[in-house]
C-alpha cells in the first residue's frame, strides 16, 4: 500500500482510488451528483469538481505518441483508419536512434517544436511509461490521455493491444 503523510494524517493512496472508482461507479450508473454525494458523504460539489478534473474532451482534433512500441506498424496504421491526424510512434531501437542522430540543442528544438505542435490538438494519446505520461499531462495539461504501458523505466518494446487503443479513440471521438 502506498501512504501520504500530511500533517498529522496518514492518507492511503488506495483507499482514495476506490472512493474515486466507487463515485464514477455510481454516476455511470445514473445517479445524480447529488445522490452519489449523499451516499458516500460529500458534498455534491465535491462529486462535480472530480468530475471536472477527470474529464476527456470528446471529439475534437487528435494525436498520438508512443513508444517503446512492438507493433508500431499496426498501431500506426488503426490510427490512420480511425482519422488520427498526428501519429508518432517508436520503438525502443529508434527512439534511441532518433536521439543518438541529435546534438543536445537539436533534440532541444525539435521537442519543444513538438510541444508546441501538440498544444494545436485536442486530445493527445500518450502511449508510455507511467513518468512519461506525467511528464506529458505536466506540459500539456488535460489534453493528455495516457495509454500506460508499464512502469518507468521500459527498456524494451511492449505490444500494445489494438484493440485497446480502437476503445479508446473510439470513446474519444464520440463514434
Known amino acids: 500500500m502506498e501512504f ?4 498529522d494524517k496518514l492518507i ?8 474515486l472508482e466507487r463515485i464514477f461507479s455510481l454516476r455511470a450508473s445514473g445517479m445524480s451528483q447529488q445522490e452519489v454525494a449523499n451516499r458516500v458523504g460529500c458534498d455534491r460539489t465535491f462529486v462535480s469538481r472530480l468530475e471536472t478534473i477527470a474529464e476527456i474532451r470528446k471529439g475534437g482534433s487528435m494525436a498520438v505518441i508512443g513508444f517503446p512500441i512492438a507493433n508500431t506498424e499496426e498501431i500506426a496504421e ?6 488520427v491526424e498526428y501519429t508518432l510512434l ?6 534511441w536512434s532518433f536521439v543518438e542522430r ?19 490538438y485536442d486530445n493527445v494519446v500518450m502511449i508510455g511509461s507511467d513518468m512519461r505520461i ?3 499531462e505536466a506540459i500539456l495539461g488535460d ?3 495516457g495509454f500506460e504501458i508499464g512502469e518507468s523505466p521500459i527498456t524494451q518494446d511492449v505490444y500494445v493491444q489494438p484493440k485497446q487503443l480502437l476503445d479508446l479513440i473510439t470513446t474519444i471521438k464520440g463514434s
Open 90 to 95: 517508436m520503438t525502443d531501437v529508434e527512439r
Open 143 to 145: 489534453k493528455v490521455i
Open 4 to 7: 501520504y503523510r500530511i500533517g
Open 102 to 120: 541529435m546534438n543536445g540543442v537539436q533534440l532541444l528544438n525539435w521537442l519543444m517544436d513538438l510541444m508546441s505542435e501538440m498544444r494545436s
Open 12 to 19: 492511503s493512496k488506495e483507499k482514495a482510488v476506490r472512493a
Open 78 to 83: 488503426l490510427c490512420q483508419k480511425l482519422g
Open 134 to 136: 506525467r511528464l506529458a
